[in-house]
């Protein structure tokens, strides 16, 4: 049975802006900060609005229940495999970024290696079949598990709080964050760090 809920439906609503957002645990903000490739002392207050303004990549960070948000308004560093291998050493990471065109992308990394990595179409499944860092109830009830070609939308925002333990607020897309800049992530183009296992 399908669930709905309306917290997450300014996400449909917003146009043009498809944010790359990722929750990361076992680490602080600084350390965030440093493994997306930015420099943790020169960060400063910007809302999402003023990075697009800036058209330059930033990664935005807060901190809720020791999990820490980091959002990407004009980059896209976080869907990077490898970059998504390094945020989660020492814990875990789980990243999203929904599209008005359906081109949704969903991540999970546990200490260091990568366990899901798709643009989902019905229940989320781990990289390699069985892998038990992924549970597969994480998507019951969210959508119906039985149509493999069900589109996510917002409802990722769902998975990610049942995944990661936390609630995600409107607010953390709209209120000035510590930002800093990162380098041009193209720099990661045939690459190592987009090998996916």
């Known amino acids: 049975m399908e669930t709905h809920d309306d917290r997450f439906d300014w996400a449909d609503e917003e146009d043009g802006f498809y944010p790359l957002l990722t929750l990361v645990e076992g680490i602080a903000e600084d350390e965030v900060i440093r493994r997306f490739g930015g420099d943790a002392k020169s960060t400063r207050l910007l809302t999402s609005e003023e990075i697009q303004d800036l058209q330059r ?74 892998d038990r860092r992924w549970n597969p109830s994480w998507c019951g009830v969210l959508i119906d598990v039985t149509d493999p070609t069900e589109l996510w939308g917002p409802k990722l925002f769902l998975l990610a709080e049942r995944v990661m333990g936390v609630v995600i607020e409107r607010s953390w897309f709209t209120m000035p964050l510590r930002a800093a800049e990162l380098p041009d992530p193209m720099a990661f183009t045939d690459t190592p760090a987009w090998d996916i296992p």
């Open 57 to 130: 990549d930033h990664v935005s960070v807060g901190t809720v229940d020791g999990v820490v948000f980091a959002l990407e308004v004009a980059g896209w560093t976080g869907a990077v495999p490898g970059v998504l291998r390094g945020l989660s050493r020492g814990g875990r990471c789980f990243g999203l970024q929904c599209d008005v065109n359906g081109g949704d992308t969903v991540h999970y990394a546990v200490d260091g290696d990568l366990v899901v990595y798709e643009e989902p179409y019905g229940p989320v499944k781990p990289l390699r079949e069985g």
